[in-house]
């Protein structure tokens, strides 16, 4: 089992910026791809960023320039600092993270996620 903190979440004004991580921990053998998705209120869960094993990065068009997405392998870390913040970006952020673990007879995968910070952006 792969536990996920995040922390980072907050109230910021318009133009302001926050920084979200997110830590894995538990009986993890590889991290592959690590995430940060979002919900915003009335709306559907979105993944606004990615990043792969190999530092490979995919962002949705609206925070593209604006969050940076970065891991550290040696600590199980992803960041999200978000910079230039719009009240559109108001939502509960979420951590995923998907790899390998171990078992109690051997590999399996995992697809875990964080508890969600919230990002409230005032105008």
């Known amino acids: 089992q792969v536990q996920l903190v995040e922390s980072g979440g907050g109230l910021v004004q318009a133009g302001g910026s926050l920084r979200l991580s997110c830590t894995a921990s538990g009986r993890i053998v590889r991290i592959n791809s690590m995430g940060w998705h979002r919900r915003a209120p009335g709306k559907q869960r979105e993944l606004v960023a990615a990043?792969?094993?190999?530092?490979?990065?995919n962002y949705i068009d609206s925070v593209k320039g604006r969050f940076t997405i970065s891991r550290d392998n040696g600590k199980n870390t992803v960041y999200l600092p978000m910079n230039s913040l719009k009240p559109e970006d108001t939502a509960v952020y979420y951590c995923?993270?998907?790899?390998?673990?171990?078992?109690?007879?051997?590999?399996?995968?995992?697809?875990?996620w964080g508890q969600g910070t919230q990002v409230t952006v005032s105008s």
């Open positions: 990043i792969t094993n190999e530092g490979r990065t």
């Open positions: 995923n993270v998907g790899g390998l673990g171990q078992g109690p007879t051997g590999w399996i995968t995992f697809d875990s």
